[in-house]
């Protein structure tokens, strides 16, 4: 995945499982997230773990999203590929200490330009519906609510892509 102005992208490793821990036990700052937080190295090291098994063909991939400055994890991505509908599905974490810096924004314009490489016409996102700063971000880059799943408590984003 190709770098953004202040970001850029590489696989877990072992050696990031003190950020994880740090980014992903924060109870409020997780609060919209859809697993629960990760509460112990063990489960810091299962996320490095599960990233690191992901298929070989690129059709899930988690990756960390690091500070080109300072070279801090603030936080990690995920793509899910569905090459039998064409559709790409996205998902973001990112720190508390990194919110509000356009962090989001940015990671969001790098990955739908990812996804533009690929054969991929639909990006979809899933939110909780009171993350209004997910949606806001997802709506300034033209994503639109397609759906309410109610009892899992999301909402669906989708942008279509150019073919």
Known sequence: MKASSRLHFRDLTTKDTQALLEIYSDVDA?????????????????????????????ASKRWAVVRKDTQELIGTLVF??????????????????????????????????????????LIKAFVHPENRASIRILEKQQFYQTDVNLPENVLTYCLDLPL
Request: proline share 4%; hydrophobic share 30%.
């Open 30 to 58: 997780m609060k919209f997230r859809a697993n629960p937080p990760v509460l112990n190295t063990e489960d810091a090291l299962k996320m490095v773990a599960q990233a690191t098994e992901a298929p070989s063909d690129g």
């Open 80 to 121: 899910n590929y569905h090459k039998q509908k064409e559709t790409c599905t996205i998902g973001y974490s990112i720190g508390k200490k990194s919110w509000n810096n356009g962090y989001g924004k940015e990671l969001l314009i790098a990955m739908i330009q990812e996804v533009n490489n690929t054969n991929c016409s």
